[in-house]
């Protein structure tokens, strides 16, 4: 009978490939805010939270993304570890200087809500992805999820839909109904990247 075998052991990431990562996450996650904010929807995270306040003030969703980020770095800085908050960092100013010259670089014409949905989430999902692998945060909310986790035991999973839930129903006061069902969609094309390709066991690098 054939023993099952041992998973390879893991191979430490290269500072190339760190940055790397922290270039190609950063880009992703500004693309995917720059195309929800053209059809007005809204997503979880810290992300979904700089939209929302964006529709409400019309101020820079960029400038409000790093913005909230950077107390809720604070808070955990003290327990994350240097690398994993200098990686978020350079994540939160990455967007938004990307969000802020976008317009400069390229315009969305038209693009309709469906498409928008589905294509804003999963961008977003490949961007947090590719910074996961990395160890590296996509926004504050995920390194307070993270940090409650470590420091009280709260399940992450479990917090991080919490916090999801709290966005979705603020955003409530800037989005119709219709808006609403579409943003939960761009939720789970989110959702669903991760869950696909950041499971237990399906890569071994760090």
């Known amino acids: 009978m054939t023993q099952p075998t041992e998973p390879p052991p893991g191979v430490p990431h290269s500072l190339f490939e760190?940055?790397?990562?922290?270039?190609?996450?950063?880009?992703?996650?500004s693309l995917g805010v720059v195309i929800l904010q053209k059809a007005q929807l809204a997503t979880g995270g810290?992300?979904?939270?700089?939209?929302?306040?964006?529709?409400?003030?019309?101020?820079p969703v960029g400038l409000l993304y790093a913005g909230l980020t950077l107390p809720m770095l604070a808070v955990t800085i003290r327990d994350m570890g240097r690398a994993f908050l200098v990686k978020t960092l350079l994540v939160t100013l990455g967007v938004f200087a990307v969000t802020s010259i976008a317009p400069m670089l390229f315009e969305i014409a038209r693009i309709n809500t469906p498409t928008a949905?589905?294509?804003?989430g999963t961008v977003i999902g490949m961007g947090a992805l590719a910074l996961a692998r990395h160890a590296a945060g996509s926004g504050g909310s995920g390194?307070?999820?993270?940090?409650?986790?470590?420091?009280?035991?709260?399940?992450?999973g479990r917090s991080q839909m919490a916090f999801d839930?709290?966005?979705?129903?603020?955003?409530?006061f800037t989005l119709d109904l219709t808006r609403?069902?579409?943003?939960?969609?761009?939720?789970a094309a989110t959702g669903g990247i991760l869950y696909v390709w950041h499971r237990p066991g399906r890569y071994t690098g760090y």
């Open 180 to 187: 609403m069902l579409w943003s939960l969609l761009g939720v």
């Open 18 to 29: 760190d940055v790397y990562a922290v270039v190609v996450g950063t880009i992703l996650l």
């Open 117 to 120: 949905a589905i294509m804003g």
């Open 143 to 156: 390194a307070l999820v993270l940090w409650f986790y470590r420091t009280k035991g709260w399940n992450a």
């Open 165 to 172: 839930a709290c966005v979705l129903l603020l955003s409530l």
């Open 46 to 59: 810290v992300a979904g939270l700089a939209l929302t306040v964006s529709y409400i003030t019309g101020l």
